[in-house]
């Protein structure tokens, strides 16, 4: 039974940022999804800038610099060092928003602290799934929202992000993503719920099917205008919300 490889984030250092071809490009390329999304799901809960945010698993900063720059004070934390690094080196002038090494199951944080809290592409990367969720629950405030995205665990899903993922990008290492840490959204409103978190919506996810995704399955190698977009089915890859009672 594989184990997930997490090593990968550690060496990227600008690659977070200024790479298309690296693999870490195809997270950018969902990160401007997921960003909107967050701008779009705060608004409407009245969570406007000036709360508090928090990243789980940030790496790079791809989603909390934004939220940083946009006015939000926003704490990220990560285990990769050199990706925390990284993401201190861009903060915005002028922006609330710290980086700190921290355990996702054991957060240094007060109860209730948090307006929001982000679970972006990191409950496939961890084991203890629900302690994640649980740890996410207990620092946002009532009334608060945990903010997800995270792969189905459905054979095609496997095809997409399992062989696809290793097909378009050449260097990807192997168990980036493991299919026996795939979630389904069931089970994942099946974890929250004992902890007062209700799930209010999913939306699925998946790679726009247009020149950028052809160009990018020809070249093997993720071309710059490669995106993401919202789909009725949850078959693939899945992102939403629940809130905090």
Request: proline share 5%; with cysteine.
């Amino acid at each position: 039974m594989p184990e997930i490889n997490n090593a990968f984030y550690d060496d990227l250092g600008h690659r977070w940022f200024e790479d298309d071809g690296h693999a870490i490009a195809l997270l950018r390329a969902e990160g401007r999804l997921k960003l909107a999304y967050t701008h779009e799901v705060l608004a409407r809960h009245g969570i406007g800038p000036g709360a508090r945010v928090l990243d789980v698993a940030c790496g790079g900063g791809l989603i909390a610099l934004p939220l940083a720059e946009a006015g939000y004070r926003v704490e990220g934390i990560d285990l990769s060092g050199s990706s925390l690094e990284e993401a201190r080196r861009r903060v915005p002038e002028g922006a609330d928003a710290t980086f700190r090494v921290g355990d996702a199951t054991a957060l240094e944080a007060e109860d209730a602290t948090y307006d929001a809290v982000l679970l972006f592409d990191m409950l496939e990367h961890v084991e203890d799934q629900a302690g994640v969720i649980a740890e996410a629950a207990r620092v946002v405030k009532p009334g608060g929202v945990v903010l997800f995205n995270t792969f189905n665990r459905t054979p095609l899903a496997w095809l997409v992000a399992v062989k696809g993922f290793k097909f378009v990008v050449r260097e990807a290492p192997d168990h980036i993503h493991v299919w026996r840490l795939f979630l389904p959204p069931t089970d994942l409103a099946d974890l929250a719920a004992p902890h007062g978190l209700t799930v209010e919506e999913v939306h699925g996810v998946r790679p726009t099917l247009d020149g950028a995704f052809g160009r990018s399955l020809l070249r093997r190698r993720v071309d710059p205008a490669f995106s993401f977009t919202t789909v009725r089915s949850l078959a693939v890859g899945y992102m939403g919300t629940a809130v905090r009672s």
